[in-house]
């Protein structure tokens, strides 16, 4: 791969893949940028981190990228080399990217303007990548330390959101001590929480995204297998009251004037699974309804309350805002994602081409206003 590049183009990082359960949708989310990133403009290097969390320079091929039938992308897959490895410089004097195979002599590939981070998950989307590269003194798409730490930790969200005054669900949190120190007691404060508010119940990990590891508990039998399952993906879990309503999306970006709402979207009931989870999301293709069938008061309502979570979280660049349209016509903010999906299906892109903003421009635009940001404090 050559390092020379156009000294009037941008060079843009495109990191994707990582450590996450969410690694194959991450790497579909990259084919998709990179087949809509306008060459013309930028300079692309895709780097992909393998499951064991080795960068790894890969091809740049979309094609090999998306879904086959119900086969999941990998970066070991289109990985160029099983050994070599990508080493971005925490130095903020110095952006120059290195590729190094052992027995070899390190290869320099140039300085990166800006890192477009399509990981999802822990290790990418939770504020461990945003750390490094703000070390690194690259800017970056998307929000910061703390916004992405608060929008992949749905107990610090809903905290968050709450002393702001904005409308969540009843939730109860079960932290890794609580098991480790008396797993009875904590099963019983789910036993409880389900006497207060009702079965059926949703059991998911704190920490993790598109809808990994979550079980619609019907009753008390199934809720120990659920409990297994969410754990398996991050220690502290979280129970949530089944909200009976309309599922609502609306998609947040950042405009040189501040954050603007999209029109919203809704996702109809998914009749061949019991909610909205990662193969109805990804695999069966569940069609979302753009622009969502809402009065012009709800759509106002509900962009609003988008715009005021992405500012609640201190976020920047984009957020997908999920609500509940309850049936007594109240809107309840469900989970803000700061790096939600762009697959071809993903409802935050599929958003915005409603409301006037194609794919390539949405692209541009983050990168954009990654460009205009500077690291550290701002």
């Known amino acids: 791969m050559s390092s020379e590049t156009s000294p009037h183009k941008p060079r843009v990082a495109v990191v994707f893949g990582g450590r996450s359960s969410e690694h194959a949708i991450s790497v579909v989310t990259a084919g998709a940028v990179l087949r809509a990133i306008d060459r013309e403009k930028y300079d692309v290097l895709p780097i992909g981190i393998t499951t064991d969390g080795r960068w790894a320079l890969t091809a740049d091929d979309p094609e090999r990228m998306a879904i086959a039938g119900r086969q999941l992308p990998t970066v070991a897959a289109l990985a160029e080399s099983t050994e070599g ?5 925490v130095d903020p004097t110095n952006r120059e990217v290195v590729y190094s195979e052992p027995g070899s002599v390190p290869k320099a590939l140039g300085e990166v303007d800006v890192v477009f981070p399509v990981l999802h998950g822990p290790y990418g989307e939770d504020g461990t990548l945003q750390g490094l590269l703000e070390l690194s003194g690259v800017p970056y798409v998307g929000s910061g330390v703390l916004a992405s730490a608060v929008g992949q930790d749905k107990d610090y969200m809903k905290r968050v959101f709450t002393s702001f005054g904005l409308p969540v669900g009843p939730y109860e949190v079960i932290r890794p001590r609580e098991w480790e120190k008396d797993p009875a007691a904590a099963r019983r404060k789910i036993v409880d929480f389900a006497g207060e508010h009702g079965w059926p119940l949703f059991v998911k990990p704190a ?13 008390l039998g199934g809720l120990d297998e659920a409990i297994e399952e969410a754990r398996r993906h991050d220690p502290k879990i979280l129970v949530e009251s089944l909200l009976r309503g309309r599922e609502i999306e609306c998609g947040v970006l950042e405009f040189e004037d501040g954050p603007r709402a999209s ?3 809704e996702i109809p009931p998914v009749t061949a699974h019991d909610f909205y989870d990662f193969e109805a999301k990804y695999i069966d293709s569940a069609d979302g309804i753009v622009p969502a069938p809402l009065t012009a008061e709800q759509t106002a309502a509900v962009q609003e309350l988008a715009v005021a979570a992405f500012e609640a979280a201190s976020c920047e660049g984009l957020v997908r805002a999920d609500f509940f349209l309850q049936d007594n016509g109240e809107f309840v903010i469900n989970e803000i994602n700061t790096l939600p999906g762009f697959t071809p299906i993903s409802m935050y ?5 409603e409301s006037g903003v194609s794919y390539p421009e949405l692209i541009d635009r983050l990168l954009q206003a990654a460009l205009r940001r500077s690291t550290g404090l701002r």
């Open 349 to 353: 892109p599929r958003m915005w081409q």
């Open 207 to 219: 920490r993790a995204g598109s809808s990994m590891g979550i079980t619609k508990v019907d009753d």
């Open 85 to 89: 490895g990508v080493v971005l410089s």
């Open 263 to 265: 029109v919203p979207a």
